[in-house]
Every structure is written in C-alpha cells, then in structure tokens.
C-alpha cells in the first residue's frame, strides 16, 4: 500500500496508524472476550498510558509493566490495576515501590524471600500492601525459580505469611517459544512450558494456599497459553504495534508502527540519505525495512543517517524533502526513542500521543 506524504511530520518521526491499532486492539480483546481467561497487556511495547486506558477500556484487567519507572508513569495516566512482570530489588527503589502500592493495585514479581522481605518491610513503612507473584522460569532462562514444586511451595508459603505482601500466585512467562514460527513445534514448546507452571500452581494450592493468578504469554503465543486450563491472565504487549520480526509469527495483527524520515542528501544515483539513524529506529533484530516508496533498501544506519540503496538505478525519483517509510524490527526498542507518537488517519495527520513511559527503565 502506498503511504501518503505527510507533510505536518516533523521527522524522524514515530508514525502510529490509529486505524489499524485499533482493529489490533480489538481483535485482542475480541478473543479475550470469548474466553475465560484474561488480557494484561504488557506497556513495555507502546509506553503510552492513552493506549493503556483503551485497553483497559476494552476489557484488559490492568496492564503489565516491565519496570518500576513504567509502572509508576501508567499510575500517574490512570491505569489502576498494574503488575510489574519482574524483580524490584535495589534498595533505593523499595520506597518508591512501597509508595506506588498505595496509588494502585499494585503486584511485582519475586524469585527470592530476602527480596521479598525487603519489600514487606518498605509496604510496612509505607503503610501499603504490594502483591506478589512467585516468577518461575518455564525454559526461557532468565528470572525465576527453576519449575520444581517443593522450592515453589516453599517460598509461597512465607509470603502468604508475610506481613505487607499479598500472595497472588504465580507467573512464567515462556520467551523462549513466542518467536518459533512452525506452529506445531511452537504449541508444542508453549504447552510444554505451560504445564510446567500449572504443575506448580497445582502444588501450591494441594498445600492450602489460594492462587488467584497464574500469568505468563507473549504475543507470538497469547492463544496457546490462554487454552491452558488455569492460566488466568495474558501479557502480551507487540500485538497492538506490530513489528517486522512479529508479523511473521502473528499475522493477524497489523503493522501499525511506522518511522517517517525525510530524504537529507542524494549524493548518487543509487544512493538515498536518510534523517533517521540508530537514535531513530533500532537494529538489534536486523535492519528496518524501507516499505515505501518501493525500490530501496536500508542498507546501514549510522547515528543519524540512514542509507538506502537503490535498486534499478535511476528509476527512484527520490530527491532531498522527499519522505520515506520504514517498518521497525522492534516496535518496542524503537518507541523507547521517541517522546510522541505522530497518530495518522486515512495518510491525515489527526494528533500527536505523548510516550509517557518513553525512558523510564528506572
Ligand atoms: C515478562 C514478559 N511478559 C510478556 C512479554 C510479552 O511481550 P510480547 O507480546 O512483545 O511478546 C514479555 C516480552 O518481553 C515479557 O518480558
């Protein structure tokens, strides 16, 4: 599809196609909506607390955040019911992770009791009570208890005795699965992790404990994992963006995510300049993809230039003030470089998003 000229855009920029975020947003809920299970959507891809609040407002139980800083930017945005799908152990955060849990309803995961103490002790100071999941690692290999029921039983029985906390349940998030793209060896791996994490939740209901959540999956498996009887709740979060790499798993879920940049030099007749390098779309999962006009390649990015070749010689018109549109490979690295998404209509420029979350890693 050709992408219009836009020429309010003040590039690089951020392009959001609210159109097909929205047919996103509601083909997510839409599924959610038939099922048991529920949506947390994980804001770590968008960091936009306007995306939030939609959806929320089409049936998401809360939101998934990555950090801290997140957590609290989606607070201040309205969102009331947020879990923090990882560790918060340095010290100096604990009060501000006290202090959060009195502005929402507030959960972080644990893999580790004096972790977990040093939070009681910060909720106890700060008069609040922070939830808490018990991460197990299903096979992704990064945080987490290793999937063995004693050890998990163990740690939840002390934080459900543990003054300031409350003991949810359980989370597992299966990393290492969203991305396999032969669907058979993919809900294979999925399920696999999956029983991995119900097994113990199993377990620590049989020793008398309530489990009320059991949370995990990503985008690239939200509708395996959401079959699994018991798991109660999603994070997916690039499903309303969209991403080269994505698409190729999920292709039911548009690109809506798009970054203008602007023609600064032709020096040659194979050759196109752009204004967008590395501090303007990131590169980790491979080089964005120059969609429009066809017949360039992005070829390299540098800090701030992007280089295209041309394919067939001189028949690319392109000439410096023209526009270019590039796909990212990773929505959710790229949007974490821009402080606005530029939101567009029909090629109309209707407003701009605020990336309330943009930098907060804290
Ligand atoms: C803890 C956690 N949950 C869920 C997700 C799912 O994100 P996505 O929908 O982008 O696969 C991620 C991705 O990094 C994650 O780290």
Known sequence: MARPFVPQLDTPALVLDLDALERNLRRMADHFAAIPCSLRPHVKTHKCSTIARRQVALGAIGVTCAKLGEAEAMATGGVGDILIANQVTASGKLPRLAALASRCDLTVAIDDLANAQAIAQAAAQAGSTVGVLIEVDTGMGRCGLPPDPPQVVALARQLAHTEGLRFRGLMGYE???VMIEDPAEQRAKTEAAGRLLLDCAGHVRAAGLDVESVSGGGTGTYDITSALDGVTEIQA????????????????????????????SRPAADRVILDAGMKAITHEFGLPQAIDPPGIELTHLSEEHGTCVVSGGNACPLKPGDQAWLLPTHCCTTVNLHDRYWCVRDGRLVGTWAIDARGRFD
């Open 175 to 177: 990393g290492h699965t």
């Open 237 to 264: 979060g690039s499903y309303c963006l969209m991403d080269a790499r994505y698409r190729r798993v999920k292709s039911q879920f548009e690109n809506a995510l798009f970054l203008v940049a602007t023609v600064v």
